[in-house]
């Protein structure tokens, strides 16, 4: 008899995480590894958040939640939402989750029932595939050309759509490439959803706060709210407040969809953590000054990154609006054999000589659902990603 589930058969490791993993290895072996395949920000946490934990555990709030969150937590992120975005949200359709992720996982085992379909844009992040196919539904790979700023277009939507749609997972700011979708791109797209009740929307808005000469992301409700009662917008600390291992995420949707989230969820890992939770409300309610600052760095180092690649040898790398992601073309380095031997005959060929040769670690574009490519993250200090784009040069010139 085996020992784990069937449906542990439809879904693979993250490769963002095993990448990590074996560069982390490696430079512990003692190798000189710049990793530019995790999406975490660098910067520390800020002080007044960290200070509002403190605070939180001298007061004694170290004592289970509501499994949807705190209502003072909820009631923040509802403000937030309309502050931002102008989402006008009640405390009690907000629900609190250990991460962007569980609320992802959450809408989709709540919701899918064997053989719905979820479409997913891709290039896409990793986990979205995956999640839909646990849940017991089939995911709608729809390619999204470099030439449309790997953006999904309204008649491509409309061509993915079948009876069998449930859900519709949108990602803008988008992880790996960091195409957002402007105001009139997103309304092409609310337009088609419009003509089709029964499909529902998850939006991804986790780096919509990180976007680059004067640009703005739109979210779906804010630019059609007759999509309202059918749309999950979602985002969370991690990526805006540099709090990646504090583990919030949060969504805001109808009272129905958030109360079987709230069901499920109560099965399985209940609320996120108090100390957590109160960091969570500092973030949303105090200072917002450290986004901008952190959104001036991230801009030049987006600007160094794509520079230096589009000056290696066959390679090309488009400029993207936010996130902090570039996902370059590699197609001019195929078919061609790298200085230590290996056939450069895939994208994941090629991350993997990079690692192995240079010292490098990205990921390739494959595990977003989109070959040819690789994912590089610039949310690394100037010197490393200065001395990384280096050796990648280096590497593509010594391609034969």
């Given at each position: 008899?085996?020992?784990?589930?069937?449906?542990?058969?439809?879904?693979?490791?993250?490769?963002?995480?095993?990448?990590?993993?074996?560069?982390?290895?490696?430079?512990?072996?003692?190798?000189?590894?710049?990793?530019?395949?995790?999406?975490?920000?660098?910067?520390?946490?800020?002080?007044?958040?960290?200070?509002?934990?403190?605070?939180?555990?001298?007061?004694?709030?170290?004592?289970?939640?509501?499994?949807?969150?705190?209502?003072?937590?909820?009631?923040?992120?509802?403000?937030?939402?309309?502050?931002?975005?102008?989402l006008d949200y009640t405390w009690d359709e907000v629900i609190v989750a250990n991460g962007g992720k569980q609320i992802i996982?959450?809408?989709?085992?709540?919701?899918?029932?064997?053989?719905?379909?979820?479409?997913?844009?891709?290039?896409?992040?990793?986990?979205?595939?995956?999640?839909?196919?646990?849940?017991?539904?089939?995911?709608?790979?729809?390619?999204?050309?470099?030439?449309?700023?790997?953006?999904?277009?309204?008649?491509?939507?409309?061509?993915?759509?079948?009876?069998?749609?449930?859900?519709?997972?949108?990602?803008?700011?988008?992880?790996?490439?960091?195409?957002?979708?402007?105001?009139?791109?997103?309304?092409?797209?609310?337009?088609?959803?419009?003509?089709?009740?029964?499909?529902?929307?998850?939006?991804?808005?986790?780096?919509?706060?990180?976007?680059?000469?004067?640009?703005?992301?739109?979210?779906?409700?804010?630019?059609?709210?007759?999509?309202?009662?059918?749309?999950?917008?979602?985002?969370?600390?991690?990526?805006?407040?540099?709090?990646?291992?504090?583990?919030?995420?949060?969504?805001?949707?109808?009272?129905?969809?958030?109360?079987?989230?709230?069901?499920?969820?109560?099965?399985?890992?209940?609320?996120?953590?108090?100390?957590?939770?109160?960091?969570?409300?500092e973030a949303l309610t105090g200072p917002q000054d450290f986004i901008g600052t952190m959104v001036s760095a991230y801009q030049?180092?987006?600007?160094?990154?794509?520079?230096?690649?589009?000056?290696?040898?066959?390679?090309?790398?488009?400029?993207?609006?936010?996130?902090?992601?570039?996902?370059?073309?590699?197609?001019?380095?195929?078919?061609?054999?790298?200085?230590?031997?290996?056939?450069?005959?895939?994208?994941?060929?090629?991350?993997?000589?990079?690692?192995?040769?240079?010292?490098?670690?990205?990921?390739?574009?494959?595990?977003?659902?989109?070959?040819?490519?690789?994912?590089?993250?610039?949310?690394?200090?100037?010197?490393?990603?200065?001395?990384?784009?280096?050796?990648?040069?280096?590497?593509?010139?010594?391609?034969?």
């Amino acid at each position: 008899m085996d020992l784990t589930a069937a449906r542990l058969a439809r879904i693979s490791p993250s490769q963002t995480i095993a990448i990590s993993t074996k560069a982390r290895e490696l430079k512990a072996a003692g190798k000189d590894i710049i990793s530019l395949s995790a999406g975490e920000p660098d910067f520390d946490t800020p002080d007044s958040i960290k200070k509002a934990a403190i605070r939180a555990i001298e007061a004694g709030e170290t004592k289970y939640t509501d499994v949807a969150g705190t209502p003072t937590l909820r009631r923040a992120i509802a403000e937030r939402f309309r502050a931002d975005s102008g989402l006008d949200y009640t405390w009690d359709e907000v629900i609190v989750a250990n991460g962007g992720k569980q609320i992802i996982y959450n809408a989709m085992v709540a919701t899918i029932n064997p053989g719905d379909e979820a479409i997913i844009p891709a290039p896409c992040w990793v986990s979205y595939p995956d999640i839909v196919a646990l849940a017991e539904g089939t995911p709608v790979i729809v390619p999204c050309s470099a030439e449309n700023g790997f953006k999904l277009q309204p008649a491509e939507l409309e061509a993915a759509i079948t009876p069998r749609t449930k859900w519709l997972l949108l990602n803008s700011p988008n992880n790996p490439t960091g195409a957002a979708y402007s105001l009139e791109e997103m309304r092409g797209l609310c337009d088609v959803l419009l003509c089709h009740p029964d499909v529902w929307i998850l939006t991804d808005d986790i780096y919509n706060k990180l976007v680059y000469d004067g640009f703005r992301a739109p979210t779906v409700v804010e630019v059609e709210p007759r999509l309202r009662d059918r749309t999950v917008t979602m985002n969370g600390v991690s990526k805006a407040y540099a709090m990646t291992g504090w583990r919030i995420g949060y969504s805001a949707a109808p009272v129905q969809m958030t109360r079987a989230m709230n069901k499920l969820q109560g099965q399985s890992t209940s609320g996120p953590g108090s100390v957590s939770q109160a960091a969570a409300v500092e973030a949303l309610t105090g200072p917002q000054d450290f986004i901008g600052t952190m959104v001036s760095a991230y801009q030049a180092r987006r600007d160094l990154v794509v520079g230096m690649l589009n000056e290696a040898k066959g390679l090309h790398c488009a400029v993207p609006e936010g996130a902090f992601y570039v996902f370059p073309s590699l197609v001019g380095c195929l078919g061609k054999t790298s200085a230590g031997g290996t056939l450069i005959d895939t994208d994941e060929a090629f991350v993997t000589a990079l690692l192995d040769e240079e010292g490098v670690a990205a990921v390739h574009g494959s595990a977003f659902m989109f070959a040819g490519h690789f994912r590089i993250s610039y949310a690394t200090d100037t010197a490393s990603l200065k001395e990384a784009c280096l050796r990648i040069q280096r590497f593509c010139a010594a391609l034969r």
